[in-house]
């Protein structure tokens, strides 16, 4: 007896899968994450840097966190650790020409960055620390 | 914008995953803060279920369909906060609890949108934006404030209401 006759005449050669006509939730994710890697190098670069300019990272790690990750992103994808805090027109030219390659020329003259990763000691948000861990990105930016 | 059908955008998308929008149709996402979540939704709106790995305050991303961001702009009820921002800078994460705050605190007054100008370049380069965050106050489809930087949640407030107090 085939399976066909069983049935009224309707023939399901192939499980049907059925899809309930409303999904509550369904989860995309399409950030690409820069490699441990580079979020390394990107990390002991600030540390260093912070160290000699005499700055310290932000009372919120997770601001410091975010920076690092957005300046490996822009390492591995242009070459070069271009401002994560800043948009755009031309990307891969502005990593060419260099002015927002961080340190960029504003820190470098002036102290002054706006991602919030190395804080002069007045600055409001300035924490006492120039050092940060790579656990420490990974867990504050476990969310992104 | 990218990846439209001829109906709406995706207008903004929140820096943690996303739900996804619902497939007959695309929907904008604007983020309305400090609203319960909703498990029913309503008839006509389609309410997005975030999901909850960790504690965070509560959250409401209201999805509306828009065909652009001027659609945004015209048929909006009150003035609005427009966030611009990128996934990887550390100031725009966080005002992220700042803006629920705010959103909260004035949501009679104000609208909070939130635009990840990696997305939506062409928007970002319309209204030339450089420095991540970028506030601009939008009333009556115009821009009539626009400040750059992280700032605390009393600020931010006290700015908002300054501008939206000022005569036309």
């Known amino acids: 007896m085939s399976i066909q006759s069983s049935f009224a005449g309707v023939a399901l050669p192939l499980p049907v899968a059925v899809v309930p006509l409303r999904r509550s939730v369904s989860l995309i994710r399409a950030k690409v994450e820069p490699s441990e890697k580079t979020v390394e190098i990107m990390r002991k670069f600030s540390e260093q840097y912070a160290r000699r300019s005499e700055t310290y990272f932000c009372v919120d790690k997770g601001v410091t966190s975010v920076v690092i990750k957005g300046l490996a992103d822009h390492k591995e994808t242009l070459g070069a650790p271009l401002c994560p805090c800043r948009h755009y027109d031309d990307k891969a030219a502005e990593a060419a020409q260099g002015f927002w390659n961080c340190p960029c020329v504003p820190m470098r003259e002036r102290k002054e960055c706006h991602c919030m990763l190395f804080l002069t000691p007045d600055n409001d948000f300035a924490g006492r620390e120039q050092s940060i861990t790579l656990d420490e990105i990974k867990v504050s930016t476990s969310n992104l | ?168």
């Open chain 2, 1 to 168: 914008m990218a990846g439209c059908s001829t109906a709406a955008v995706v207008l903004s998308c929140h820096a943690r995953p996303s739900v996804a929008a619902d497939f007959s149709r695309q929907a904008a996402l604007t983020s309305i803060r400090g609203v319960p979540i909703r498990r029913f939704p309503a008839k006509n709106r389609r309410l997005s279920v975030l999901p909850q790995r960790r504690i965070i305050p509560k959250v409401e991303a209201r999805k509306q369909t828009f065909s652009s961001f001027d659609d945004l702009l015209e048929n909006s009820d009150k003035p609005l906060l427009v966030d611009f921002y990128a996934t990887w800078c550390g100031p725009c994460q966080f005002m992220v609890p700042i803006l629920d705050q705010v959103g909260e605190k004035l949501k009679d007054k104000i609208r909070v949108v939130k635009i990840d100008t990696e997305k939506y370049t062409t928007l970002a380069n319309r209204y030339q934006i450089e420095a991540l965050p970028t506030f601009i106050v939008f009333r009556n489809g115009k821009p009539c404030d626009r400040f750059e930087g992280a700032l605390p949640a009393e600020q931010l407030i006290s700015r908002i209401e300054n501008v939206l107090n000022v005569r036309q």
